[in-house]
């Protein structure tokens, strides 16, 4: 009786063979070996990922430090220019009040000055008129009581005298 070997068998002692052929090319090391360095990559991956997701929050809570700094700054000039704005406003007020009241006050001088000025004129021009008449009324009291005039003024300057 011959051994007859069906598929089974050859099928069971190829798959033994291929496994001593994989064990002694040591086939699992290799594979776990390489396991083990895609293991080691990956974890290097992510702690390099992580290191660069802390920077990332670093820098982020940097740049909202540095933003809400800036607001704050922003906020104090825009204070600091309404103040000089209200300030300047302020001053130019109480300038404009004050050339006010200068120019008021030179306006209210000139107008007095001009005022005396016209006074000034019309009593000149009274007097220049009083002695007109006056010239007038005497030349015309001469013309008729001048000897008489002159014999009275004779008799006072005589009489003063002695």
Known sequence: MAFEFD???WATIALLVFLGVVFYLKVPGMITKMLDTRIKAIETELAEAERLRMEARMLLEEYEA?????????????????????????????SLETLITRRTKAVEDKIAQAESQAVAEVRSRSAD???????????KQMATKGDALVDQAIKDVSSKLN
């Open 7 to 9: 598929a089974a068998f």
């Open 66 to 94: 540095k933003r809400q700094s800036a607001t704050k700054e922003a906020e104090s000039i825009v204070t600091a220019a309404r103040e000089e704005a209200f300030r300047l406003t302020s001053e130019a007020k109480t």
């Open 129 to 139: 008129v009083a002695i007109e008449a006056a010239q007038l009324l005497l030349s």
